[in-house]
Nanobody
Framework: QVQLVESGGDLVQAGGSLRLSCAASGRTFSSYAMGWFRQAPGKEREFVAS????????YYADSVKGRFTISRDNAKNTVYLQMNSLKPEDTAVYYCARGTSRRSRGATNEYDDWGQGTQVSVSS
């Protein structure tokens, strides 16, 4: 099992930027895809972005494409989510998760270890 700890959430104004980080424990970090998901109050958890084990392949939800960038540093066991041009509808708790394979994509059942989440709030 991998322990995941997210950080970087904050309250920002619309149009602003944030960078989320997710630090992972364990030696198998580089063997699996990683993903970011988010959950707003009263809504289901939704896919945001994923990155393959090597970092060569990334996937994004349509709602964040062109604004968010996922990246990873396998030497530091860390995955990042750079969020630009933030909108009030991006307000949610953001979770990172470890994939069950090297190329997990957007389904929650493709991930089996989850962090506790970090709050992102965007004011209008």
């Amino acid at each position: 099992q991998v322990q995941l700890v997210e950080s970087g959430g904050d309250l920002v104004q619309a149009g602003g930027s944030l960078r989320l980080s997710c630090a992972a424990s364990g030696r198998t970090f580089s063997s699996y895809a990683m993903g970011w998901f988010r959950q707003a109050p009263g809504k289901e958890r939704e896919f945001v972005a994923s990155i393959s084990w090597s970092g060569a392949t990334t996937y994004y939800a349509d709602s964040v494409k062109g604004r968010f960038t996922i990246s990873r540093d396998n030497a530091k066991n860390t995955v990042y989510l750079q969020m630009n041009s933030l909108k009030p509808e991006d307000t949610a708790v953001y979770y990172c998760a470890r994939g069950t394979s090297r190329r997990s994509r957007g389904a929650t059942n493709e991930y089996d270890d989850w962090g506790q989440g970090t709050q992102v709030s965007v004011s209008s």
